[in-house]
């Protein structure tokens, strides 16, 4: 990690989010990000976090109920020559910039990394990716990379009151991706305890997250989670948590 920050969705703060110009700037600045994939009908990934395209898109449906020559149509609501990102396009640009930082992979549904990793082998990216899978997901996808595809790394979502602090769980991690939302979770002990194991421990800034009660002084929470000794924070404010930081 070349810096204390991930970027979130691509380049989030700056560029529609999961968009090429997203991830073009990302590259360029050589910044860890986040991203997430979904998949078509015909077995393409694309980077988009929503299951639909309603929220972004001059389009509705399902990413997985349409083919990707069918994707590749729509554009994006917030600049009108933008559209879809597949898998293969990212790895072409990873590439082309000689990208050396990480990319952290949030995949949505357990059945679809079977198509990513068939796109992934073409490229030798297992160096700078690494995948997550969210809530009830997160310690079956662990197994399956485990079992099937072990060069990958795989982190361990760990949320609000996460029932998986032990020693057993995080031993199978190879990353720990921490959130939460009503009450201070992520501290010192947490961080020492993925440490010891030799676990980096990621941290999620309280803008991702709606309800979070840090909203009010997200500074203040950063000066926390920097004290509590977090590998580094993913957020949408890259400026100002980097000006920010000691």
Same mark, same amino acid.
């Not at 989010?17 to 990934?45: C, H, M, Q, Y």
């Not at 010192?188 to 979070?212: D, Q, V």
């Given at each position: 990690?070349?810096?204390?920050?991930?970027?979130?969705?691509?380049?989030?703060?700056?560029?529609?989010?999961? $968009?090429?110009?997203?991830?073009?700037?990302?590259?360029?600045?050589?910044?860890?990000?986040?991203?997430?994939?979904?998949? $078509?009908?015909?077995?393409?990934?694309?980077?988009?976090?929503?299951?639909?395209? @309603?929220?972004?898109?001059?389009?509705?449906?399902?990413?997985?109920?349409?083919? $990707?020559?069918?994707?590749?149509?729509?554009?994006?609501?917030?600049?009108?020559?933008?559209?879809? *990102?597949?898998?293969?396009?990212?790895?072409?640009?990873?590439?082309?910039? @000689?990208?050396?930082?990480?990319?952290?992979?949030?995949?949505?549904?357990?059945?679809?990394?079977?198509?990513?990793?068939?796109?992934?082998? @073409?490229?030798?990216?297992?160096?700078?990716?690494?995948?997550?899978?969210?809530? @009830?997901?997160?310690?079956?996808?662990?197994?399956?990379?485990?079992?099937?595809?072990?060069?990958?790394?795989?982190?361990?979502?760990?949320?609000?009151?996460?029932?998986?602090?032990?020693?057993?769980?995080?031993?199978?991690?190879?990353?720990? +991706?921490?959130?939460?939302?009503?009450?201070? +979770?992520?501290?010192?002990?947490?961080?020492?305890?993925?440490?010891?194991?030799?676990?980096?421990?990621?941290?999620?800034?309280?803008?991702?997250?709606?309800?979070?009660?840090?909203?009010?002084?997200?500074?203040?929470?950063?000066?926390?989670?920097?004290?509590?000794? *977090?590998?580094? *924070?993913?957020?949408?404010?890259?400026?100002?948590?980097?000006?920010?930081?000691?």
């Amino acid at each position: 990690m070349k810096e204390k920050i991930i970027l979130h969705r691509g380049y989030k703060g700056k560029y529609p989010e999961n $968009s090429l110009i997203s991830f073009e700037n990302a590259l360029k600045e050589n910044k860890a990000f986040e991203t997430d994939i979904r998949v $078509s009908r015909d077995g393409v990934p694309f980077m988009i976090h929503d299951e639909t395209l @309603n929220r972004l898109f001059d389009g509705t449906g399902r990413i997985k109920d349409l083919d $990707s020559y069918e994707l590749i149509n729509f554009r994006y609501l917030e600049n009108g020559g933008l559209r879809l *990102v597949s898998l293969m396009e990212l790895c072409e640009l990873i590439k082309k910039y @000689n990208y050396d930082n990480l990319i952290f992979v949030h995949i949505k549904e357990l059945e679809d990394i079977n198509g990513v990793i068939k796109v992934l082998n @073409n490229y030798n990216l297992n160096n700078i990716i690494r995948f997550f899978a969210c809530d @009830n997901l997160t310690l079956k996808f662990i197994e399956l990379i485990e079992a099937k595809y072990p060069k990958y790394s795989a982190g361990l979502h760990f949320y609000e009151n996460s029932p998986y602090y032990n020693r057993e769980i995080f031993e199978k991690a190879d990353f720990i +991706w921490a959130d939460e939302i009503h009450f201070k +979770w992520i501290d010192r002990e947490k961080t020492e305890f993925a440490h010891s194991f030799g676990k980096p421990f990621y941290a999620i800034s309280p803008e991702l997250i709606t309800e979070s009660v840090f909203n009010a002084d997200i500074k203040g929470r950063w000066e926390e989670l920097i004290e509590a000794g *977090v590998d580094a *924070v993913c957020t949408d404010m890259p400026e100002e948590f980097m000006n920010f930081y000691p």
